[in-house]
Each structure stands twice: as structure tokens, then as C-alpha cells.
């Protein structure tokens, strides 16, 4: 039996042969019909060239004779120069007899030549009347002239006559040439049909076979076992076949063995943690969740994370898949509250699982449980407040103890005496400005219904602000100004509230900014929301303190320790957020600082 390399043999050399056969037998009229018309060229191009030559020599030396005679003007060629080119070219003709013929008529040329040209110059010198010359002229010279010319064509004729005839001759080569190839042609073509048949017959049908046989393989069949009908090579693939088919069979039964414990192991992991987390699709179906997740927030595999009645859990997954970056809680506020025979809190954050190209595979959604952080905030936040009241109340006896003893209302003060009680009512002024802060932070805290929330011009707000500090702006050489559309929609805000913001960051402003300097305060609507920043060009927050700014207590490495607690930002923000909204803060070292937040537009409200 024939190999697969035997039988592709058999058939691209006949194909071979038909096309080493055709290539020869064209280059082999190729070069006959290339060497017909060299001889054409060879022996009758020349000849014609050489009548035709002679024929113009003859016509300018009757010329020289006519206007000699009747005076028609000067020749335009020197009678010595015609016959020298005549001579010359009747000199070739002689040396170029290829036809029967031809040489007599050179013979009879150069005769009859050598006849004209001596009576053309007996004409020329003659000192006969000019009504004698010009009858020699008619009655010799321009028979001999005519003479020569029609030996000259004959040349010509003779020659045109030879390469009529070898046209034809070529004609008939080109004829048999087309001939032989529509011969060749049918031949090759029924070779090649009876190729097409043996390869039809002994090669393509194994090879349909094993690609039905690589489709049930793509479609999960890997039981199957394809037939080896030869021992050649597309018998050795099909042997190769099955030999694969039986790896990826043994692969499957690991593989899936691995699939499940890999699987298992990670519900256990999952099940472990006291979060409650849940793995979703990109095409928002929950993949896998933990029994924290189920028992808590009824989350199962399938469900659709777009009708799971969590409040913002859909929404946060959106964001995280449209997003691409992990999204966390910003404070307690956004806790989802769960009873759980006991109350409980769950922040929830999103994490994207991103593929080596950036590109979404699921999103983590994490519940994380504070309820333990959350009390520990609020007896933090409750013991700040008890703190703070019961200082108030013996501070301000001694607030009033030092105004009074400043006031010599008991007793004169020596200089050292007062200067001491002036440093202690500077201080104990600090501190009540301190235990302040943190009675307010812990009002705004303990609830939002505190606000008084109703529509307000931005332009009030900032003029507001900006009077109560436009004096202490002028007296430091700082300018002030404000920038407020007046077509600037209301916002929803508690005047006293924002006032404190826009009074705490203008403070800010005024201290770091050199005199000379400059303080921008204004305000730009958005689609849902008011903007409102102050900006200024003082000396800037280094990059370490950026993060850190809104925190409470938390004060620059640049700052004074005559400066505040730390709390004046940390309150701005609390007001801010209390009333929805959000403040951010951009600043570069030496160029200055922009703070803005955020309050919802009064058009805006319930929709």
C-alpha cells in the first residue's frame, strides 16, 4: 500500500512532467519563432534600407540638375556629399545578397549609376545654350534617373515579397504551436481530474473523519475512537488521534477531581471568614458566596445582584465593573444595619477582579461586619462628648476667675502676676474653643435632623462668609475676592452650619497665605450639585499631608503650636457630609491650596 508521501508523489509529478513538458515545448517555439524573424530582420531589413536610400540620393541629385537649370534655389545637399551616400549605400546592397535575383539588379544599379553620374556632370559643365541642356536633361538625364529608381524599388520589392513569405511561414509555426498546447492543455487537465480523484479517494476521506471526529472532541465527546483504516501517515494521525483523545480523557477525570476540591477548598476558606463575601459575574450573577452571605443577606448562586434588596449593593457592584478600582466605605453612615437576634453592622466594599489585560472577570462584593468597631466609635464619641460637658462647666469658672482677677476687681496685679493670668486665660480660652469643636462634632453626629435644611443663594453664603473675615484680610495685605454667578441655583443647607465651613477653611487661607498674596472664593453648578471653592496662594500642604488632612487631631508638620487642635478641618467635613455633600482639598507646595465641597441644589431636591 502507498504511503501518503508516496501517492502526493505520483501526483505532483505528473503534474511536474505536464509542466516541465509544456515550458520546453514553449521555449522551443519561442526560440524558432524568436530566429524566423531574426533572419527576417538579417536579410531583408537592410536591403530595403539601402533601396530606399539610394532612391532619395537619385531624387537629390536630379534636384542639383533642376536648379541648376531653371534656377529654383540652392540644393540642399552638396552634390559630392549625394553621391557618396549613394555610392556607400549601393556598396552594402552588393555585400548583402541574400535573394535569387538580387544580384543583377545591384549589377544593373551600379552600371546605370556610373552612366547617370557622368552625364550629370556633362550637364553641370556643359557650355551648351540653355535650351540644349535642358533638352539633354529631359531626354537622358531623367530617363536615366527614372531608371535607376525603379531597379532601386525592385530592390525593395523583392526584399517586402521575402518577408510576406516568412510571415506566413511563422503563421503556420504559431498555428501548430497553439496546436500542440491545446493538446497538452486537454492532457494536463485530465491528468490533474484523475490526481483530484486519487486524492479525493485515498486522502481527503480519512481526513474528513478526523475533522468530524475534532468537532465531537470540541463539543465534549472525548469517548470517541476514530477507525485507522491505513498504515501511512494519515493512519498514523488518526493513531495519534486517539492517543490524544485518551490524555484529555485521563485530564479531564484530574482536572475535574481538582476543579471540585480547588472549589471545595475555596467554599471552606469563604465559609471561614465572618464577612460576608460573594463572588459576582461580570454579567452581575452571583458565582460564589459564604454561609454569612446566605444567612444574613439571602445571597445563592444565580441570583441576579440587580434584585438583591440590599440597599446600594447593586449600585456599588456598578460602579466597581464600570470603574475598574476597589471602592470602600468612606465612614460609618453607608453600615448596612442587620438583626440578627442581635443588631449588627456590615460595611460594604467592592473589589474588581481584573484578567492580565486589565479586563473585568467578577467583581468581590465584601460585607464587612463592624458592629464591634461602630460601638467602640460611639462610646469613643460618647465619651468625648460626657468629657466634654463636664470640663465646660469648671472651665468657665475659670475663665471667669481669670477676666476677674485681670480686671483688679479684688486686688491689684503686680507685672509678673498678670502675666501669668493673661497666659492662663489664653489658654483656658484654647481649650474652651477645644471642648467646643467637640460638642459640635458630637451634635452633627448624634443626627442629621439637627440641620436647619432649607434653600439658600450661594451669593448669600460667601458674602456672608467673606464679610465676617474682609477686615482681617485687609489688615494682613491679603486680597479677597468672590466669584459667584448670579444665576448660581439654591442650594439646600443650614447657613450657620456652612458659615462655620466657609469660616473655618477662609481661616485657613488668611493664616498660610504672605501678604501680597491672593484668596479666590466661588461657586459653579453642576448637574446635581453646587460647587463652591476657596482657593488661595499661600504656601501649600506637603504630599504626606494630603491624606491626612480631615482627620481628627491631626495637624501638618508646619504647623505652630499655638495653632489649633486639629479639629477645624475634621468639623468642615463632618458639616459637609452631614448635609450629603463631599469636600476634597488639591495643593502643591509653594503654589497653594484649593479646597471645595459639594451641596445639593435646591431645584433638585426630591427627584
Same mark, same amino acid.
Request: proline share 4%; hydrophobic share 40%.
Given at each position: 500500500m502507498f504511503t501518503l508521501r508516496q501517492k502526493l508523489t505520483v501526483g505532483f509529478g505528473g503534474l511536474l512532467a505536464i509542466l516541465l513538458v509544456g515550458g520546453a515545448l514553449s521555449l522551443?517555439?519561442?526560440?524558432?519563432?524568436?530566429?524566423?524573424?531574426? $533572419?527576417?530582420?538579417?536579410?531583408?531589413?537592410?536591403?530595403?534600407?539601402?533601396? $530606399?536610400?539610394?532612391?532619395?540620393?537619385?531624387?537629390?541629385? @536630379?534636384? %542639383?540638375?533642376?536648379?541648376?537649370?531653371?534656377?529654383?534655389?540652392?540644393?540642399q545637399e552638396p552634390m559630392s556629399l549625394v553621391v557618396a551616400r549613394f555610392e556607400e549605400n549601393l556598396r552594402k546592397e552588393r555585400d548583402n545578397i541574400t535573394l535569387p535575383g538580387e544580384r543583377e539588379l545591384a549589377e544593373d544599379l551600379a552600371r546605370l549609376w556610373q552612366q547617370y553620374k557622368n552625364e550629370h556632370e556633362r550637364?553641370?559643365?556643359?557650355?551648351?545654350?540653355?535650351?540644349?541642356?535642358?533638352?539633354?536633361?529631359?531626354?537622358?538625364?531623367?530617363? &536615366?534617373?527614372?531608371?535607376i529608381k525603379t531597379k532601386a524599388q525592385r530592390v525593395i520589392d523583392i526584399n517586402l515579397q521575402n518577408v510576406i513569405s516568412v510571415d506566413g511561414r511563422v503563421r503556420q509555426s504559431a498555428v501548430r504551436a497553439k496546436r500542440a498546447m491545446y493538446a497538452l492543455l486537454v492532457a494536463g487537465v485530465a491528468l490533474a481530474v484523475a490526481f483530484v480523484g486519487l486524492i479525493s479517494r485515498s486522502i481527503l476521506r480519512p481526513l474528513r473523519t478526523l475533522t468530524r471526529s475534532a468537532r465531537e472532541i470540541e463539543q465534549g465527546n472525548l469517548d470517541l475512537v476514530v477507525s485507522v483504516p491505513s498504515r501511512d501517515e494519515v493512519g498514523q494521525l488518526a493513531e495519534a488521534f486517539n492517543s490524544m483523545a485518551a490524555h484529555l480523557r485521563e485530564f479531564? =477525570?484530574?482536572?475535574?477531581?481538582?476543579?471540585?476540591?480547588? $472549589?471545595?477548598?475555596?467554599?471552606?476558606?469563604?465559609?471561614?471568614?465572618? @464577612?460576608?463575601?460573594?463572588?459576582?459575574?461580570?454579567?452581575?450573577?452571583?458565582?460564589?458566596?459564604?454561609?454569612?452571605?446566605?444567612?444574613?443577606?439571602?445571597?445563592?448562586?444565580?441570583? @441576579?445582584?440587580?434584585?438583591?434588596? %440590599?440597599?446600594?449593593?447593586?449600585?456599588?457592584?456598578?460602579?466597581?465593573?464600570?470603574?475598574?478600582?476597589?471602592?470602600?466605605?468612606?465612614?460609618?453612615?453607608?453600615?448596612? &444595619?442587620?438583626?440578627?437576634?442581635?443588631?449588627r453592622f456590615f460595611l460594604p466594599q467592592a473589589v474588581p477582579i481584573l484578567d492580565e489585560d486589565r479586563q473585568l472577570v467578577g467583581v468581590t462584593l465584601v460585607l464587612?461586619?463592624?458592629?464591634?468597631?461602630?460601638?467602640?466609635?460611639?462610646?469613643?464619641?460618647?465619651?468625648?462628648?460626657?468629657?466634654?460637658?463636664e470640663l465646660k462647666t469648671?472651665?468657665?469658672? %475659670?475663665?471667669?476667675?481669670?477676666?476677674?482677677?485681670?480686671?483688679?476687681?479684688?486686688?491689684?496685679?503686680?507685672?509678673? $502676676?498678670?502675666?501669668?493670668?493673661?497666659?492662663?486665660?489664653?489658654?483656658?480660652?484654647?481649650?474652651?474653643?477645644?471642648?467646643?469643636?467637640?460638642?459640635?462634632?458630637?451634635?452633627?453626629?448624634?443626627?442629621?435632623?439637627?440641620?436647619?435644611?432649607r434653600p439658600v443663594s450661594p451669593e448669600r453664603l460667601v458674602s456672608q462668609a467673606v464679610e465676617g473675615v474682609?477686615?482681617?484680610?485687609?489688615?494682613?495685605?491679603?486680597?479677597?475676592?468672590?466669584?459667584?454667578?448670579?444665576?448660581?441655583?439654591?442650594?439646600?443647607?443650614?447657613?450657620?452650619? %456652612?458659615?462655620?465651613?466657609?469660616?473655618?477653611?477662609?481661616?485657613?487661607?488668611?493664616?498660610?497665605?504672605?501678604?501680597?498674596? =491672593?484668596?479666590r472664593v466661588s461657586a459653579q453648578s453642576e448637574e446635581e450639585v453646587v460647587r463652591f471653592e476657596v482657593e488661595d496662594t499661600g504656601m501649600g500642604i506637603s504630599p504626606e499631608d494630603l491624606p491626612r488632612i480631615f482627620d481628627r487631631f491631626y495637624r501638618g508638620k508646619g504647623q505652630s503650636s499655638e495653632g489649633g487642635a486639629g479639629l477645624g478641618l475634621a468639623i468642615a467635613k463632618e458639616i459637609v457630609e452631614a448635609h450629603g455633600g463631599g469636600i476634597t482639598v488639591e495643593s502643591r507646595m509653594g503654589v497653594g491650596s484649593k479646597f471645595s465641597f459639594t451641596l445639593s441644589r435646591g431645584d433638585r431636591t426630591g427627584r
Open positions: 522551443y517555439l519561442l526560440t524558432r519563432y524568436s530566429g524566423t524573424i531574426e $533572419q527576417i530582420f538579417r536579410e531583408n531589413y537592410d536591403s530595403v534600407g539601402y533601396g $530606399q536610400n539610394m532612391k532619395e540620393a537619385v531624387e537629390q541629385m @536630379d534636384e %542639383i540638375a533642376r536648379s541648376s537649370l531653371w534656377e529654383e534655389g540652392p540644393a550637364l553641370l559643365s556643359a557650355r551648351d545654350t540653355e535650351a540644349g541642356r535642358r533638352a539633354f536633361y529631359r531626354t537622358t538625364l531623367l530617363s &536615366h534617373a527614372r531608371q479531564r =477525570r484530574s482536572d475535574r477531581a481538582r476543579l471540585v476540591r480547588t $472549589q471545595r477548598t475555596t467554599q471552606l476558606a469563604l465559609d471561614s471568614l465572618p @464577612d460576608a463575601v460573594a463572588i459576582v459575574s461580570p454579567d452581575g450573577r452571583v458565582e460564589l458566596v459564604n454561609e454569612t452571605a446566605q444567612k444574613l443577606f439571602a445571597l445563592h448562586p444565580g441570583v @441576579d445582584i440587580a434584585a438583591v434588596q %440590599i440597599n446600594g449593593l447593586a449600585e456599588l457592584y456598578r460602579r466597581a465593573s464600570q470603574e475598574g478600582r476597589s471602592l470602600q466605605p468612606r465612614s460609618y453612615e453607608s453600615a448596612i &444595619h442587620v438583626f440578627d437576634g442581635q443588631e464587612a461586619d463592624v458592629t464591634h468597631l461602630r460601638r467602640l466609635d460611639e462610646m469613643k464619641s460618647g465619651l468625648l462628648s460626657a468629657a466634654s460637658h469648671p472651665l468657665t469658672s %475659670i475663665r471667669m476667675a481669670a477676666h476677674l482677677l485681670l480686671e483688679e476687681r479684688i486686688g491689684p496685679l503686680n507685672a509678673k $502676676q498678670a502675666e501669668l493670668l493673661v497666659a492662663a486665660r489664653e489658654d483656658s480660652d484654647r481649650l474652651h474653643h477645644i471642648i467646643e469643636n467637640l460638642l459640635d462634632m458630637s451634635r452633627i453626629e448624634s443626627g442629621r435632623g439637627l440641620m436647619d435644611l474682609a477686615p482681617s484680610f485687609r489688615d494682613k495685605g491679603v486680597e479677597l475676592k468672590s466669584d459667584i454667578p448670579p444665576d448660581a441655583p439654591e442650594v439646600l443647607a443650614d447657613p450657620v452650619r %456652612i458659615g462655620h465651613v466657609f469660616s473655618n477653611l477662609l481661616h485657613n487661607a488668611q493664616k498660610y497665605t504672605l501678604s501680597g498674596g =491672593r484668596v
